[in-house]
């Protein structure tokens, strides 16, 4: 252990503290090198320096060199005693050199050094702990002597006074080793709990963060395959644009070049006309009428052949321009129709989502106070009993309409739009959902899952769960996606931009038909595509 002789040779006689990262000069005398080469610092002006601890002089600046000795001696001193050093309590009696306490006594109110420990009081009074300087805290602030017992009933630490005829006399007390004792035994509980707690937390943190790169590099994989397709479409579109444009523009020459040849005719027939006109008016001006009579009669045959020929010529010009003379719009309208429809084709093969355009409603699973409209496109409700006849697939309890057809793999979409005040909804369901009792109602049993909607209240629903939608709709079309193998139902809702309402995920194990409800007079349900 350190002593007050060995502390002083360890002491740097300029910081007068322990040394830190000790070197010596060439003169054999031991500093910090940061307290060194400070002090040499200082000299550099007046061209000589001096060791602050022999006086001798050096005419350059004297090298420094590392004490390794030294160095290793500290860090044995420091591995020896961690706790010394790290208190930063020294022993009340060293007063001409700072050594580290090793205990403290709180009768005395001092700390001391292992030396003036072993010759200090053993007496019981003398209680030894821990270096500290708080001795208020380690006293009674009433009675000033030592903090020996633990009140169990008030939760605090109290002296033998307190204990026997103060404030706490008749209470449940410790000794404050075996209260510590419980304590640490409940903290140890309570840290094992939180260490546990934290190794979850900390997986989940890793899991969340798994699931953000994940999440990172699907948006990216996303965004690589839709800008590719999106740029795709545009190329088709440029595509379909120059086929139309050439199409208008091969119409526009050929109906030209028919005007033109017609126009060229014309004006044929326009100076003919012109040459016949001016004979006629010569013999109208003659005054010879011998004259004009015999031209007249030579003459008469030729003028009723040209007038019937200019008919004729007129006629078939009028017929060409009607039969060659316009541009052939539907013609255009189905090239530009049909290149469009190979762009969604191929749009749709794409991203894998089939829109299910052909979805109708199945009449024979209708309730009898619902309407179903010629289309098979429309629900709305009625109080008017339809009597239809008894099936088995007809609902008898709600006002409710399967679809024809069935889903039972790939991803469908369809459209609906609704009545925004009304009573109405609209989901999917199993085939063998019961048709009649309670159990019947759409989301009302674990066969079915919707979107409902009654007097601007909207909500999922599935097995009698509600799933409160905030903030409501603000517009009149739903969108349903169903990916039946990945077992996720969404609706959106088509507003712009449009909103994602909620996702069901589930295993289907059956067939799944589109399912409508509207349960008022005057509500209606419309699929649009």
């Known amino acids: 252990m350190a002593t007050a002789d060995l502390r002083e040779e360890l002491t740097c006689p300029i910081c007068l503290s322990i040394y830190t990262d000790p070197v010596n000069l060439s003169c054999g005398h031991n500093f910090c090198l940061g307290c060194i080469e400070s002090l040499l610092g200082t000299q550099e002006g007046s061209g000589l320096y001096t060791c602050p601890e022999c006086r001798e002089t050096f005419t350059k600046k004297p090298k420094l060199h590392r004490n390794i000795a030294l160095c290793n001696v500290m860090k044995h001193l420091q591995i020896t005693q961690p706790e010394q050093n790290r208190t930063g309590i020294f022993c009340t009696y060293c007063v ?25 009081s053993k007496s019981e009074e003398h209680f030894l702990t821990e270096p500290t300087t708080s001795w208020g805290k380690r006293k009674c602030s009433k009675h000033k002597k030592l903090l020996e017992y633990y009140c169990t009933e008030d939760d605090v630490c109290i002296c033998a006074s307190c204990s026997l005829a103060g404030e706490h006399r008749g209470h449940q007390v410790e000794l404050l080793n075996e209260a510590s004792k419980k304590k640490k035994e409940k903290l140890r509980d309570v840290l094992q709990k939180l260490t546990t707690k934290r190794k979850k937390t900390e997986k989940r943190v890793q899991s969340l963060q798994a699931h953000r790169r994940g999440v990172q590099k699907k948006a990216a994989g996303i965004t690589d395959r839709l800008t590719a397709l999106i740029r795709e479409i545009r190329k088709q579109l440029e595509d379909l644009e120059k086929r139309v444009l050439s199409e208008i523009t091969r119409q526009r020459k050929q109906v030209l070049l028919t005007i033109s040849d017609l126009i060229q005719q014309l004006k044929k027939e326009k100076d003919k006309l012109t040459r016949k006109m001016c004979h006629i008016e010569e013999l109208y001006n003659m005054t010879d009428p011998l004259t004009v009579l015999q031209e007249q009669e030579s003459q008469r045959d030729n003028f009723c052949g040209d007038e019937k020929g200019d008919n004729e010529v007129t006629q078939r010009g009028d017929k060409q321009v009607l039969a060659g003379g316009h541009l052939d719009e539907d013609l255009i309208s189905v090239t530009l129709y049909r290149g469009l429809a190979d762009i969604v084709t191929d749009v749709k093969r794409e991203i894998y989502v089939q829109v299910t355009s052909d979805i109708l409603l199945d009449i024979n699973t209708a309730n009898n106070n619902i309407i179903v409209s010629g ?49 109405w909804c609209v989901g999917v369901c199993y085939t063998s959902m019961e048709r009649g009792g309670h159990l019947s109602w759409i989301g009302n049993n674990n066969k079915s899952w919707c979107l409902r909607g009654y007097n601007k209240d909207f909500y999922m629903r599935h097995n009698k769960i509600v799933i409160s939608l905030r903030p409501s709709l603000s517009c009149d079309t739903v969108g349903i996606l169903l990916n039946y193998e990945a077992g996720r139902l969404t609706f959106y809702e088509l507003c712009d931009p449009i909103r994602h309402l909620h996702t069901f995920t589930v295993t289907f194990t059956e067939p799944l038909h589109a399912a409508f409800c509207v349960w008022d007079n005057d509500d209606w349900v419309r699929i649009l595509r």
């Not at 700072?98 to 010759?119: F, W």
């Not at 009625?382 to 697939?393: K, L, S």
Request: net charge positive.
């Open 96 to 120: 001409h050199s700072p050594v580290p306490a090793a205990k403290s006594c709180l009768h005395c109110e001092a700390s001391l050094c292992d030396t003036h420990l072993r010759v200090h």
């Open 375 to 423: 289309d098979m496109k429309t629900v709305s409700c009625t109080d008017i009993n339809q009597q239809r006849p008894v099936t088995p697939e007809r609902f008898t309890t709600y006002p409710q309409v399967l679809s024809t057809r069935s889903f039972s793999s790939g991803r469908h979409y369809w459209q609906v739009q609704t009545n925004e005040s009304g009573g």
